[in-house]
């Protein structure tokens, strides 16, 4: 008699990325640069002719020059400071929605057998993330973050998320190594992972998007892509990465019930949901007539 694991690959993951995805501009524009007193347009021509100058990563560079600004300009701000910050930012319509109603939504439809987790993934700042509003929807949130000294002020950047090593944090999600701490290169057979990729749906706006949305797609994952929805050079944006076949579908970031976003949504949730009640039939066909059985 063969012995397989139980059914327990039973939770969805809903994975996003932060600027241009949830929000309409990146963070920074609603937070540290206004304290700073510098425009955003000024700050990111700054970075761009700073990183061309040295041939740093843009990431590393703007974490820097907020440092080097703030300063220079005598303007304290520590870890508290960030996290208040973070109450500032404005979301897309919807946003503040949308977490319940789909979590709600998962639970009607499974009869309450499946979980659905909620995930950033960030290229941006984790102090500001952790304040957010709607910080209490998600499992984790990964971003880039600062070393804090024993007086509390930010001295260099601690942790850095690019747009290819996001899919680091893809990884964490499948194989339910969340903690920085625990390795994530140990082979895990597919069954052993509580979340297949098969059960993610992947969520940015743009080409900083593409290696986490190529990593999702090839492992049998599903992406979208949005954009907002007056910006014709985003949507244009969007519907090459239709063409190149990086997400199953686009829409406007709209996050409000009945938009093409949430429809499209639901699409993908039912697919997901679908495909797990045939694998828990499956194994239930399998344990009652006694050719599989619980480890």
């Known amino acids: 008699m063969t012995s397989i694991p139980a059914f327990v690959q039973n939770t969805i993951a809903m994975v996003y990325d932060f600027d241009g995805t949830l929000c309409p501009q990146p963070m920074q524009e609603y ?7 510098i425009q955003p347009e000024e700050f990111w021509q700054w970075v761009e002719e700073d990183a061309k100058k040295t041939g740093g990563e843009k990431m590393l560079v703007y974490m820097r020059l907020l440092l080097e600004e703030a300063n220079n300009r005598r303007v304290f701000i520590g870890r508290d400071d960030f996290r208040k910050m973070g109450k500032n930012i404005e979301y897309f319509p919807g946003v503040q929605e949308w977490f319940p109603t789909l979590n709600q939504y998962v639970k009607r439809k499974s009869h309450g057998t499946v979980n659905i987790q909620h995930y950033i993934i960030s290229a941006g700042m984790k102090e500001i993330l952790e304040g957010i509003s709607i910080r209490k929807y998600f499992k984790q949130i990964y971003a880039s973050e600062y070393h804090f000294n024993f007086q509390g002020i930010a001295t260099f950047p601690k942790q850095l998320i690019t747009d290819t090593t996001k899919t680091q944090y893809l990884f964490r999600v499948n194989k339910g190594k969340e903690a920085l701490e625990e390795s994530i290169n140990e082979h895990m057979p597919e069954w052993q992972r509580p979340i297949p990729f098969q059960n993610m749906i992947y969520i940015g706006d743009g080409m900083t998007d593409v290696p986490s949305m190529a990593l999702t797609k090839k492992n049998g994952g599903h992406t979208i892509a949005v954009y907002p929805t007056e910006d014709v050079h985003d949507q244009a944006t969007c519907i090459k990465l239709l063409k190149a076949n ?14 093409h976003l949430f429809h499209r949504v639901q699409l993908l949730l039912d697919k997901i949901l679908s495909t797990m009640a ?3 039939e499956v194994l239930n066909s399998q344990l009652h007539y006694g050719i599989a059985e619980h480890d």
């Open 31 to 37: 937070t540290v640069l206004p304290k700073l007193g």
């Open 246 to 259: 990086r997400v199953d579908f686009i829409a406007p970031a709209d996050y409000q019930k009945n938009s």
């Open 278 to 280: 045939y694998q828990q």
